[in-house]
């Protein structure tokens, strides 16, 4: 068989998602693959969207006060969102949800579900990371709040699915879940994969900027002030959200694309440096794990302007991107 490209794009986790492998395999087995990895994507969203109301997440949120069995991956996405939430200080913060309610973002936003019944949290409080009780098959959260794996949980999906790819004998793969990427290996003609950047000022474009990846696990997140789709909301808003004010965060960066070993470390990391703004986003991040960054801003007089660092994120207009991102 030669080496070929094959892709599949769907809708699920809100936006959509395609899948991407470079591979000699058979045709068979290549169906097999994709159909695993569809599986993964959506038993995940069933399991983990607050949206639906007999999600695994939503069910443990109408327990809380109350130790809560839970399944070995809600135990696995709960801990590497504490574990985040502990390295940000708490900037990064999965008990946001009733402050993003409040700011606005309680529908879905996948087109024809933006009408769906949906859990109320707006009544309910925001804490820190340390009143997450995780034990070895429960977990449990104080009564009167609730989480929202939004922040971290695409990312996590992404690292997984990678791990999952990682077993099998394929020449290279790119995975875009929204606005979360993760990518290994070579494209078909033996390339490194290139990624290309979803503009700010132009979100159906892309900029000047791309992204060489290293042929080992690397994984990229975009986040953005964009206000998202299916929310009928009149005053300025979007749903980055800034845990000292719990309201939408009062920032410079428009977009901010981050690349680093795990996706979920990058999808954590792109939505605090939103929070922190251009003057003191570029530090934090490299203090955090970021490989590279491009945080596209705009100034008081609104004028637009570029902050970059890292070596993978290079100046170049590509005429056949890999992918490109999308607002997470």
């Known amino acids: 068989m030669h080496i070929r490209r094959l892709s599949q794009t769907k809708l699920a986790l809100g936006s959509d998602i395609t899948l991407a492998i470079v591979t000699d395999m058979s045709s068979v087995a290549a169906d097999c693959l994709f159909m695993e990895l569809w599986n993964r994507i959506f038993i995940f969203e069933k399991c983990f969207s607050r949206f639906l109301l007999m999600s695994e997440l939503t069910t443990f949120n109408r327990s809380s006060g109350i130790k809560s069995a839970i399944s070995p991956e809600f135990k696995g996405l709960l801990s590497s969102a504490k574990k985040m939430s502990i390295e940000t200080n708490d900037l990064y913060n999965p008990f946001i949800t009733p402050a993003l309610q409040k700011a606005g973002y309680k529908k879905s936003a996948v087109p024809g579900y933006e009408h769906d019944d949906q859990m109320d949290y707006t009544p309910r409080r925001v804490v820190g990371i340390e009143r997450l009780e995780i034990g070895n098959a429960w977990a449990q959260i104080p009564y009167g709040t609730a989480l929202d794996m939004g922040g971290i949980g695409k990312g996590y999906l992404a690292d997984q699915l990678s791990v999952v790819l990682n077993r099998h004998s394929i020449h290279g793969y790119w995975l875009s879940l929204g606005g979360d990427i993760v990518a290994k290996g070579v494209d078909e003609n033996g390339n490194k994969i290139r990624l290309d950047i979803q ?125 490109v991102f999308q607002n997470a």
């Open 199 to 323: 503009s700010a000022n132009n979100l159906v474009s892309t900029t000047d900027w791309i992204i060489n990846c290293p042929e080992k696990n690397f994984a990229v997140a975009t986040s953005g002030t964009f206000r998202r789709k299916g929310q009928d909301i009149s005053q300025k808003w979007h749903h980055i959200i800034d845990p000292e004010t719990q309201k939408p965060a009062v920032t410079d960066i428009r977009l901010a694309t981050v690349c680093a070993d795990t996706c979920e470390r990058a999808d954590v990391l792109a939505s605090c440096a939103i929070i922190m703004g251009s003057d003191k986003a570029s530090l934090f991040l490299k203090q955090h794990g970021a490989k590279s960054a491009l945080l596209q801003c705009i100034d008081e007089k609104g004028t637009s302007f570029d902050i970059v660092f890292g070596r993978n994120i290079k100046k170049m207009k590509m005429i056949n991107p890999v992918g």
